[in-house]
């Protein structure tokens, strides 16, 4: 969670349909053999993608690292055959690279695409759509009601 002093940014879903859809505009060249979602972020960007680019292969790399508002150890929970040859590997947001950095180096020859980026980590990803300053902390709709919404597990 953003400390008081950090800019928040709050995502609404029309927003992020509208900017996951353009990214696929940027996608529509190439025969995409598939799509495999980081989860949990790259979850809806990579259905979104999926629908657009009329993608039926669709897969997850299962990478934890954030305890669901902090950054924390990355842990690699569900790996991906291959080496991504052909194949979207999405995200919804990169930030720091932590996680972006592990995928890729799991996935090397997978396209990496996210929606949103930040300064830091920007140039791992080979498309994304709009870019957020580091210090800025992004509220995705699945966390949030009108406001912060604590996970029903908790």
Same mark, same amino acid.
């Given at each position: 969670m953003p400390d008081s002093s950090m800019p928040v940014y709050y995502l609404g879903w029309d927003? /992020? &349909?509208? =900017?996951? %859809? $353009?990214? +696929? %505009?940027? #996608? /529509?060249?190439?025969?995409? *053999? !598939?799509?495999?979602?980081? +989860? %949990? @972020?790259?979850?809806?960007?990579? +259905?979104? #993608? +999926? %629908?657009?680019? $009329? #993608?039926?292969?669709?897969d997850t790399l299962c990478i934890a690292s954030? =305890? &669901? =508002?902090?950054?924390?150890?990355? $842990?690699?929970? *569900?790996?991906?055959? !291959?080496?991504? =040859? @052909?194949y979207l590997l999405v995200d919804d947001l990169v930030d720091t690279g932590g996680t972006a950095k592990i995928a890729r180096d799991l996935l090397p020859k997978a396209t990496f695409v996210t929606i949103y980026a930040k300064p830091k980590a920007k140039h791992l990803a080979q498309h994304f759509i709009r870019e957020f300053a580091q210090d800025t902390w992004v509220h995705f709709p699945w966390d949030i009601e009108p406001s912060y919404s604590e996970p029903l597990i908790k």
């Amino acid at each position: 969670m953003p400390d008081s002093s950090m800019p928040v940014y709050y995502l609404g879903w029309d927003e /992020l &349909h509208r =900017d996951t %859809r $353009n990214l +696929a %505009r940027q #996608l /529509l060249d190439t025969p995409w *053999k !598939g799509i495999i979602s980081i +989860a %949990r @972020g790259g979850l809806v960007p990579g +259905a979104i #993608l +999926a %629908r657009e680019l $009329n #993608l039926r292969v669709v897969d997850t790399l299962c990478i934890a690292s954030y =305890d &669901h =508002d902090q950054q924390g150890e990355v $842990n690699i929970l *569900k790996t991906v055959e !291959g080496d991504g =040859d @052909g194949y979207l590997l999405v995200d919804d947001l990169v930030d720091t690279g932590g996680t972006a950095k592990i995928a890729r180096d799991l996935l090397p020859k997978a396209t990496f695409v996210t929606i949103y980026a930040k300064p830091k980590a920007k140039h791992l990803a080979q498309h994304f759509i709009r870019e957020f300053a580091q210090d800025t902390w992004v509220h995705f709709p699945w966390d949030i009601e009108p406001s912060y919404s604590e996970p029903l597990i908790k």
